[in-house]
């Protein structure tokens, strides 16, 4: 997943990057006091409609997302089917102290050590997900608003540009090159919106949507274990949540399986 | 349906080119950084926000759905009710080995045939439905989000365009041309999005609500069979299913159905 | 209903065509390669996103649209309290063969009189409302989709020539003409969106509603009447449908309906 | 409530008008065939979208915001506790043709009067809530389409005016008068649609709101009267509708109501 | 949380600020006439849009923001756990007159004291919650409108500038600073929308969901304690209210909780 994100993001920004270096006066889309009105007054505008925890989480939400990769679907299923048969072969007792892929899958489990019902593990489980999500989710939205702001202050700093160079047209030479300075802030905040922002808010909102299917999965997982379920019919139960191409194979996975 | 999708899209393409074939100076359209700004960039964007395999997919999931038609809405209702016919004949276990026109289909009656109950069959299904929709969306994403990047890197293309035009005007003969070269990306990517990603990735999405409600149809149908509903009845509750227009034929093209 | 649709569209047509008649030069605003660019595109991509029945069939309910008008609500309460009246007296079998104002009704009333209950009476009529709705509704989307890709398409055509005009300027005075034309396709279709194409599918949804509502009236009196509610209860309960400035006149309408 | 949309609506216009006035020529900013297409093309594309009575019923609903006030909540409150007094004290029949402030209030006051069960109290009054608000919703969505139509056919009236003006340029001195006209409904289009239509939706939908909130308060009551509730019980309960910093001042409203 | 506002607020305007005071002519960005169309126009259009007292009131909110903040999730988790160890130990009763961190809190606990039931309590105090929702929505409400208006209030601005400026070309040397006046409230419009109305709309609306949150904490462990639920399985049940990374560390905070 990552790996998609980061080839994006850095092909995207070659490609522009080579089209400036290979053009005419590469020298001129370089402009530092451009870069901060567009930069700088994005973070600051961001910052204002967040709190600073959530601001800083963003970024270390994006980060975390690049360095930790989800378990695939097929190895959390098979990790449950042998959790459900040593939970009906030695009891719930019998998981005690187990080691687990995920923190979320641990609690539950230490729920099913503890004896709780099937009712009270789905309500606790379902809470907890969507808690997660709610907290996640403010990290797709820093950077949602980022893609919206960086455009409008680019605007602004065009404008600003525009009504320097129009009050001031003593010299027709140097309305082009103003000109173009006026432009450039328009088009750090397309690319700062277009090619930064929004893919990592678009990335972050994918993987918390997959990360609370995973969770679904193990409480799904979890319930049946809790209600006794033969482990076979949890596997046949977990596999509706393969995408439908990996389904055929998944018996071929595990052809011993039955 | 594949068939309007291919007249469509081949149509407006055929229709912008000879446009500009039959117009002044053809040769100006055709720039190869300017495609490859656009082209390019809008694919690493895309790739960015997602991951590699739905990336590819979406693609997969278009090129299937130029291959493969989906059945007719009246061919699945005659289909079930055969099934259905059968099911009361010979009891479920009659419908062993049957060779159905769609793998939901076969899924839902190999749990007839496992003897499962009406609601286990409805939950299991419906779930299936739910997952299949998931993962099918993801197709459309992808094109939508193409739709959504590619007039972005247009704009981006055009004011680097300009940038490097407004920096350079000592020849005033070559504003016109650099303008022209500019504002390309621009037309790029309005056609990119207009005539090729948001037309397929509405088709897909389309396609996808389609399949939903044949799975719904076919869900419908099992549960009725599980609980041994008259065939007849069956029929009458299918129809809603179709067209108000055809509903009136479906008699007619069974008329020896009572 | 027709009438509004019929008045607005024409009386907005001849506001424009007799402001660019009258104003200088109105040969040059008919452009027949512009004119094809942007109704012919338009057709082309809109097929694209649907199927060919899809698209045909939308012409086909905004011609439905103008010629039936749906039954007054007032005339279908009353019909209601008739049918209800006769129900009450000579039970559901003196309805066989009544002749009503939709066929969605009557379909409702063949339930009642083959001796249904009321939740199944319910059920399949909210099935049927409910497909109805779904397919009805397409013909909504197809308009709106013209109304999108129009102004998309009048956009194409002006960048195109733009791009041609730019890169042949050598003749000045040539340059305000090809503007002129560049913009037609803008004008284009910006009038077949705002002036044709999204009035029409506003038109479609809210006469698609309005039928839902009509069908909703239908089954919570076919409901009542399977009941065997009293004639009087059941047009007090469909009051409620009634628009609020139409429930005061309802009881003189009716002075000796108690 | 009206004030403040009085108030907002002529301050808004005051202003630009003065802007206006106060500025160089002020005699251009009034073209009576630029008003024709902006205000008369609005009028006719919006009233093909609707029906007569909707678009004349959405003026009559301004009107109505204008003229009534909606009773304020603590006084309904207020109203309400002397009613459930009244029928605990002499039964509901004690209420008989007693002056309310609302037809709704009254409709459900004879229900109470009728002696209907709290589930069809609730159910009637619920249906006939939302009703209401379905037949008033309508007045809100003309004027919104007028917000949405009025600035698209100001940019055809510019489109128009380009055109004409760049198919006639021999006179350069008559250009920049030209697209001063040009961009005359462009401004018109903005100012209905900004200062005016907008407005006026979001007012006549707040309303709607407020008025529904209105109709589930008398609900609330409604039913706990019919379930024999102390009115101090009813009056605790119904004080959540109160914003919350009049809750407090509630007690002090009515020191002897304990 | 207003910290990060404050900041966000006062440093993209001193941002802005600088790169103006730092450029060519300074002097022309502050006008008296197109700050008063901007300025005064926004205002007067949003007032209309609402009551006196929500267009006052969205100022309070705003400020009353900007001063209180709410408790922490993690101390009220210990406040609740230590009323909930009060009533268990000396009944409901032993909660009397006790002085809690909330208004909302407090009420909740005068009906544990009044000996309510769990299911009242819960409805009462989510009906409490959703009003209090929805009157605090509208604090957002009208800094959104504002954000809406005062980018289309530039524009009008900068039309009528246009317009004066294109009717009065006689000496071109005017030319490009009325253009640069007319650029101004365009430039006005974006920074009110972009850098004030909305980061507090989306301030306001953040902290409404985080109070709605908070009492819905408040809400669970009312009805646990109210049913006798032990003080440690509700310090556990309201753990999931914690953002992910504050969860590991409650059991460090209370190491003798157990």
Redo the contacts between chains.
């Keep these: 997943?990552d790996?998609?994100?980061?080839?994006?993001?850095v092909?995207?920004l070659l490609?522009?990057a080579s089209?400036?270096i290979?053009?005419?006066?590469p020298d001129?889309?370089i402009n530092s006091?451009s870069l901060?009105?567009v930069v700088?007054?994005t973070m600051?505008?961001?910052?204002?409609?967040?709190?600073?925890p959530q601001?800083l989480g963003a970024f270390k939400a994006a980060l975390r997302a690049f360095k930790f990769k989800l378990p695939e679907t097929q190895d959390s299923i098979e990790e449950l089917v042998e959790i459900a048969s040593i939970a009906r072969k030695e009891g719930p007792l019998g998981l005690e102290g187990r080691d687990v892929s995920s923190p979320f899958l641990a609690s539950g489990i230490q729920m099913l050590v503890d004896g709780q019902n099937d009712e009270t593990i789905k309500q606790?489980l379902d809470?907890?997900r969507l808690?997660?999500l709610?907290?996640?989710r403010s990290g797709s939205k820093v950077f949602t608003?980022m893609a919206d702001?960086a455009p409008?202050?680019g605007?602004?700093?065009t404008?600003?540009g525009?009504?320097?160079m129009?009050?001031?047209?003593e010299d027709p030479k140097s309305i082009?090159?103003a000109?173009?300075v006026a432009?450039?802030t328009?088009?750090y905040g397309?690319?700062i919106?277009?090619?930064i922002a929004?893919?990592?808010a678009?990335?972050l909102s994918?993987r918390m949507t997959e990360e609370a299917?995973m969770q679904m999965l193990y409480t799904d997982a979890l319930v049946a274990i809790q209600q006794g379920t033969n482990p076979r019919v949890i596997e046949q139960?977990l596999s509706?949540?393969l995408?439908?191409n990996q389904r055929d194979k998944a018996p071929e996975a595990e052809p011993s399986g039955g």
């Design positions: 997943m790996f998609a994100t980061l080839v994006g993001l092909g995207a490609l522009i089209a400036v290979l053009g005419v006066s001129v889309f006091s901060l009105i700088g007054g600051f505008v961001v910052l204002a409609k967040f709190s600073i601001f606790l809470k907890e808690m997660t709610d907290y996640n608003a702001v409008a202050m605007m602004i700093g404008l600003i525009l009504v320097q129009l009050s001031n047209m082009g090159p000109m173009a432009l450039l328009t088009l397309a690319m919106a277009t090619m929004s893919p990592i678009d990335k994918l299917r139960m509706s949540y995408p439908p």
